[in-house]
């Protein structure tokens, strides 16, 4: 039984990547490209490339290409498991790209590069948000900051967003002009916030790791006040072999951030006129562990620095 049900989940994590994939090819193909705006990742390399050649190399050659060696370079490095679906999508991506530039060959929305370049990254953003969601990877610059990540101390998000900076602000070499830079920039915003929306609309639940001298009180707070349950677990702090206590809150529904801030301020207001918790800092963290923050972006987060 459990035989079967991996299959299904591996089939299933396949199906939603190459669908993932398919609309990031149309925004790509059918929206980004028409207008002449550069993105990040290696289809923004591709893209200009096929723009300093006037098409004469196309971009999904330079994408394949350049993912080969950059799959030759870190297999030994990350490891063929790790790669593979990311070999799989290079695959699928490429044949994808070639399919839709021979279905789209004129812009769908002409004289509007803006509106064409939000809608474009908009798919995309949801494509990449469907890959991510079924672990997988669109290779380029994914690759490359996986290879770092393995000898720095570089934070996945900022090496991925560094290069895509990089990637868009090239494209003043080919255009000469700084709009079509802020164009990309626009666009990768776009994706961005559409690849955290995909993402955390699938989540089904946030699982947060309280560590606390207090959590007794802690505790009591997210039970009482806030109407939550939590569970106390037994654990060792193995640096200093002393017993701890582990709260573990487990909520299913999304909360605004900016109601999480504005509850968490109404509450420590409360704590400093009626002294119900010994201190702000702690109503803050009741507050935000009660509540579901779909910006965070771990399965589980530790709180202890906010913790008095």
């Given at each position: 039984?459990?035989?079967?049900?991996?299959?299904?989940?591996?089939?299933?994590?396949?199906?939603?990547?190459?669908?993932?994939?398919?609309?990031?090819?149309?925004?790509?193909?059918?929206?980004?490209?028409?207008?002449?705006?550069?993105?990040?990742?290696?289809?923004?390399?591709?893209?200009?490339?096929?723009?300093?050649?006037?098409?004469?190399?196309?971009?999904?050659?330079?994408?394949?290409?350049?993912?080969?060696?950059?799959?030759?370079?870190?297999?030994?490095?990350?490891?063929?498991?790790?790669?593979?679906?990311?070999?799989?999508?290079?695959?699928?991506?490429?044949?994808?790209?070639?399919?839709?530039?021979?279905?789209?060959?004129?812009?769908?929305?002409?004289?509007?590069?803006?509106?064409?370049?939000?809608?474009?990254?908009?798919?995309?953003?949801?494509?990449?948000?469907?890959?991510?969601?079924?672990?997988?990877?669109?290779?380029?610059?994914?690759?490359?900051?996986?290879?770092?990540?393995?000898?720095?101390?570089?934070?996945?998000?900022?090496?991925?967003?560094?290069?895509?900076?990089?990637?868009?602000?090239?494209?003043?070499?080919?255009?000469?002009?700084?709009?079509?830079?802020?164009?990309?920039?626009?666009?990768?915003?776009?994706?961005?916030?559409?690849?955290?929306?995909?993402?955390?609309?699938?989540?089904?639940?946030?699982?947060?790791?309280?560590?606390?001298?207090?959590?007794?009180?802690?505790?009591?707070?997210?039970?009482?006040?806030?109407?939550?349950?939590?569970?106390?677990?037994?654990?060792?702090?193995?640096?200093?072999?002393?017993?701890?206590?582990?709260?573990?809150?487990?909520?299913?529904?999304?909360?605004?951030?900016?109601?999480?801030?504005?509850?968490?301020?109404?509450?420590?207001?409360?704590?400093?006129?009626?002294q119900k918790y010994i201190s702000s800092e702690m109503a803050?963290?009741?507050?935000?562990?009660?509540?579901?923050?779909?910006?965070?972006?771990?399965?589980?987060?530790?709180?202890?620095?906010?913790?008095?």
């Amino acid at each position: 039984m459990s035989n079967k049900y991996l299959k299904d989940f591996y089939w299933r994590d396949y199906v939603n990547i190459v669908f993932g994939l398919l609309l990031y090819a149309v925004g790509l193909v059918a929206f980004i490209k028409p207008v002449g705006i550069v993105t990040g990742g290696l289809a923004g390399v591709g893209l200009l490339v096929e723009y300093a050649t006037n098409g004469w190399i196309p971009l999904q050659i330079t994408y394949f290409v350049v993912n080969c060696l950059l799959l030759l370079f870190s297999v030994k490095i990350l490891g063929v498991k790790f790669l593979l679906k990311t070999i799989f999508s290079v695959i699928i991506l490429t044949l994808l790209i070639s399919l839709c530039q021979s279905f789209f060959k004129e812009p769908i929305i002409k004289n509007e590069p803006m509106m064409s370049g939000v809608i474009g990254a908009m798919l995309c953003g949801a494509g990449i948000g469907f890959v991510f969601n079924a672990n997988g990877s669109t290779g380029g610059t994914d690759i490359v900051v996986a290879v770092l990540n393995k000898f720095k101390n570089m934070a996945f998000g900022r090496g991925m967003l560094l290069c895509d900076f990089i990637i868009i602000c090239s494209s003043y070499i080919v255009f000469h002009d700084y709009v079509k830079i802020i164009y990309g920039l626009v666009v990768m915003g776009v994706m961005t916030y559409v690849i955290d929306m995909v993402i955390n609309g699938f989540r089904q639940s946030v699982q947060f790791l309280i560590f606390s001298s207090k959590y007794e009180l802690i505790a009591d707070v997210i039970n009482k006040e806030l109407k939550r349950g939590c569970t106390v677990l037994d654990g060792t702090g193995w640096y200093s072999k002393e017993p701890k206590k582990v709260i573990v809150l487990r909520t299913a529904k999304a909360t605004p951030m900016d109601a999480i801030r504005r509850e968490t301020w109404e509450r420590s207001e409360s704590a400093r006129k009626t002294q119900k918790y010994i201190s702000s800092e702690m109503a803050a963290v009741a507050v935000i562990a009660a509540s579901t923050a779909a910006t965070i972006e771990p399965p589980s987060t530790s709180w202890e620095a906010m913790v008095v």
